[in-house]
């Protein structure tokens, strides 16, 4: 058992673009929760992405991998400002957030795609299509094309050159993250569809072979079925409702986990949580970020919507500190806030109120207190 009040050390990393606007609202909730639920943070922020370069140069310091691994969770915003174009592929924001996956382990990526009943009319599907859409995807964060050797770009002799990426995985890669998946659609509906290409590519006829026998010798009860990516692709656009969980590699995961959020209406409503392995202490590195990006082009002007990095403090609330209560109370508080008709730009329509990203942050506190009774 835990002290009365848990006390919990997490790292924020705001990043750049958008990023420290919309955690700025988490920041709020922590005092919230501080000041009215038995709970404490010990709250740690540095400097990731165009912040970083902007100050030390370099996209993410070594410093703060130690700090992530040391938290009992990281909170990450975005990166990827293309100001810092400039600076070489190597030195990139999005380096920031590739380094942390890839050093903590953080082989797991969550992304539910969970529809609002207030927003079903934000979606561009009709309203019947997407009703009652809950989808989670897991995807391989670690592996794949995004880290596979060889690759870089070669002087071929005539001149011209030549681009290369490697897709690879291993068996031990595909059974971890297909446990991850199977042990979460237990939770759910018991149903995992796995998704690759091995109508092309070697990579996936393994992933298949490997999902096959995880699902035979360790989860024969939950439903597995196979789909290609490119079926997939069209599937949750056609009939989204038909996904459970959705368990597929690095890149297929980036595209498809972008396509399902657009189901939901925007972008900038999903959060996501990155899981590694169960440590010896029980403990497990975990970071949560929102999956939208660091959208250059509206930041610094108080409009972007902080949902997508509040729902994502809320799963930390969850997985990581194990506070269900809080992270209901949270998740409760802005699908309250979305039936009063409070909407971010990104997801206004007539007749509801459009709020920026601040007045979001408060609607969404003073529903916390009046659902808390405080
Ligand atoms: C995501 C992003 C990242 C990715 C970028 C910023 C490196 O698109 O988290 O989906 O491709 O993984
Ligand atoms: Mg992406």
């Not at 659609?185 to 690759?196: D, F, L, P, Q």
């Not at 006829?205 to 360790?218: D, G, S």
Request: with cysteine; proline share 4%; aromatic share 6%.
């Amino acid at each position: 058992m835990r002290n009365k009040k848990d006390s919990f050390k997490i790292l924020i990393l705001p990043g750049d673009g958008i990023g420290p606007e919309v955690v700025q609202q988490v920041t709020r909730l922590i005092e919230w929760l501080e000041q009215n639920r038995p709970i404490s943070f010990h709250v740690t922020y540095d400097l990731v992405g165009g912040a970083s370069l902007a100050e030390h140069g370099v996209p993410i310091r070594d410093e703060v991998i130690k700090k992530a691994w040391e938290s009992d969770a990281v909170l990450f915003g975005s990166v990827g400002d293309p100001c810092w174009a400039h600076v070489g592929f190597d030195k990139r924001p999005e380096v920031a957030i590739l380094a942390l996956r890839h050093e903590l382990g953080l082989f797991a990526n969550l992304r539910p795609a969970k529809i609002f009943d207030a927003l079903t009319d934000a979606s561009t599907l009709k309203p019947e299509v997407i009703r009652g859409l809950d989808i989670m995807i897991v995807r391989e964060s670690v592996g794949g094309i995004y880290f596979g050797d060889p690759r870089g770009i070669e002087v071929l002799p005539d001149g011209s050159k030549k681009g290369i990426n490697t897709e690879i995985y291993t068996t031990s890669e595909i059974e971890r993250v297909a446990r991850v998946a199977f042990t979460l659609a237990r939770k759910r509906c018991n149903r995992v569809c796995s998704v690759e290409k091995s109508n092309v590519m070697e990579s996936g006829l393994l992933w298949k072979e490997v999902v096959t026998n995880i699902h035979q010798q360790e989860f024969p009860d939950v439903t597995l079925s196979h789909m290609l990516a490119d079926n997939c692709a069209m599937q949750l656009v056609r009939n989204p409702c038909q996904f459970d969980v959705l368990v597929t590699g690095n890149l297929f995961g980036d595209l498809l986990s972008d396509l399902a959020s657009m189901l939901t209406g925007s972008l900038g409503l999903l959060p996501s949580a990155t899981l590694g392995e169960t440590r010896s202490d029980g403990k497990c590195a975990a970071l949560y970020e929102p999956i939208h990006g660091s959208a250059p082009d509206i930041a610094g002007k108080g409009i972007a919507n902080p949902i997508g990095q509040i729902l994502s403090f809320a799963m930390m609330l969850r997985y990581s500190l194990h506070r269900e209560e809080e992270a209901l109370l949270i998740e409760s508080a802005v699908s309250h806030v979305l039936a009063d008709g409070f909407r971010t730009a990104d997801i206004m329509s007539e007749g509801m109120k459009c709020v920026g990203t601040a007045a979001m942050g408060d609607a969404i506190i003073s529903k916390l207190a009046q659902l808390a009774k405080v």
